[in-house]
Nanobody, 118 residues
């Protein structure tokens, strides 16, 4: 089992910044990927950004140039720095962990609300 605890959400004005954190604990495997997804009201959950244990990153087109994902492997923590926030970034943001052992090792955090006011 892997537990994920997110923090850092909140209310911010358009153009502002927020930093999300997600700390993983439990049965962490050295080869893994951690990422962020989001779900706005009435919409499906969508991919935001991902970073592997080797440091490779991937971003959704909608956040490229505004969001930066990073991680601290020693702390098993992933961060999402969100700059130039837009009202359309408003959503519940979920942290995800998966690793190379098998598809069974796929876990989600409880989610943290990000609200961007216009």
């Amino acid at each position: 089992q892997v537990q994920l605890v997110e923090s850092g959400g909140g209310l911010v004005q358009a153009g502002g910044s927020l930093r999300l954190s997600c700390a993983a604990s439990g049965s962490i495997f050295s080869i893994n990927a951690m990422g962020w997804y989001r779900q706005a009201p009435g919409k499906q959950r969508e991919f935001v950004a991902l970073i592997t244990s080797g440091g490779s990153t991937n971003y959704a087109d909608s956040v490229k140039g505004r969001f930066t994902i990073s991680r601290d492997n020693a702390k098993n923590t992933v961060y999402l720095q969100m700059n130039s926030l837009k009202p359309e970034d408003t959503a519940v943001y979920y942290c995800n962990y998966n690793d190379a052992r098998s598809a069974v090792y796929d876990y989600w955090g409880q989610g943290t609300q990000v609200t961007v006011s216009s």
